[in-house]
């Protein structure tokens, strides 16, 4: 079992190859920070609070959490495994590796064998696992349609040109009096 973070970052497959060039720099240039650190760990952290867009790991170091390598093929991929397999030390990070629309580089912060356990030892972190992911899918879900909607801007310049109505007594409101009162 593994406990990996990662870092990614937006690479936009119909945008400029220039603009993807540059973030491919970007991400290269923090793994490079990381991997230079005396502590990487931290380091790691504190990049990926500043720079993660993904915001289920964000605030966590960017840790996915403990997951066995078939977990992780089938959350990251062969490519992004492979590289990660080949790590040794606690701290070490990959080359950064892109995926459809977004690069990442991961980080090993953990490496245990997997132990057999009773399953009312585990179940407790089972169902907070199972939470979490439930929240993450909201979570994106929401993300989603917010990106989804179109964005109002407001023009100062005209807003400043509107003039208030004028400001109209409740008594010059008032209706008729009533014939025979």
Same mark, same amino acid.
């Given at each position: 079992?593994?406990?990996?973070?990662?870092?990614?970052?937006?690479?936009?497959?119909?945008?400029?190859?220039?603009?993807?060039?540059?973030?491919?720099?970007?991400?290269?240039?923090?793994?490079?920070?990381? %991997?230079?650190?005396? *502590?990487? !760990?931290?380091?790691? /952290?504190?990049?990926? =609070?500043?720079?993660? +867009?993904?915001?289920?790991?964000?605030?966590?170091?960017?840790?996915?959490?403990?997951?066995?390598?078939?977990?992780?093929?089938?959350?990251?991929?062969?490519?992004?495994?492979?590289?990660?397999?080949?790590?040794?030390?606690?701290?070490?990070?990959?080359?950064?590796?892109?995926?459809?629309?977004? %690069?990442?580089?991961? *980080?090993? !912060?953990?490496?245990? /064998?997997?132990?057999? =356990?009773?399953?009312? +030892?585990?179940?407790?972190?089972?169902?907070?696992?199972?939470?979490?992911?439930?929240?993450?899918?909201?979570?994106?879900?929401?993300?989603?349609?917010?990106?989804?909607?179109?964005?109002?801007?407001?023009?100062?310049?005209?807003?400043?040109?509107?003039?208030?109505?004028?400001?109209?007594?409740?008594?010059?409101?008032?209706?008729?009096?009533?014939?025979?009162?």
């Amino acid at each position: 079992r593994y406990l990996v973070g990662w870092l990614p970052w937006s690479v936009p497959e119909k945008g400029s190859e220039e603009k993807r060039e540059e973030n491919l720099t970007r991400l290269a240039n923090w793994r490079e920070a990381v %991997a230079q650190h005396n *502590q990487p !760990r931290q380091k790691f /952290a504190e990049l990926c =609070r500043l720079h993660s +867009e993904d915001p289920t790991t964000r605030y966590f170091g960017g840790e996915l959490g403990w997951k066995s390598e078939d977990q992780l093929r089938r959350e990251l991929g062969d490519s992004a495994v492979d590289e990660l397999v080949k790590l040794k030390e606690t701290g070490e990070v990959t080359e950064v590796i892109e995926f459809p629309g977004r %690069a990442a580089f991961f *980080q090993l !912060r953990g490496y245990a /064998a997997s132990q057999v =356990r009773p399953f009312a +030892e585990v179940q407790p972190a089972l169902r907070d696992r199972r939470i979490r992911e439930v929240e993450s899918r909201i979570d994106t879900a929401v993300q989603n349609d917010l990106e989804s909607r179109v964005l109002i801007q407001t023009d100062p310049a005209k807003l400043e040109k509107l003039k208030a109505p004028e400001f109209v007594s409740p008594e010059s409101q008032a209706p008729a009096p009533m014939a025979g009162s």
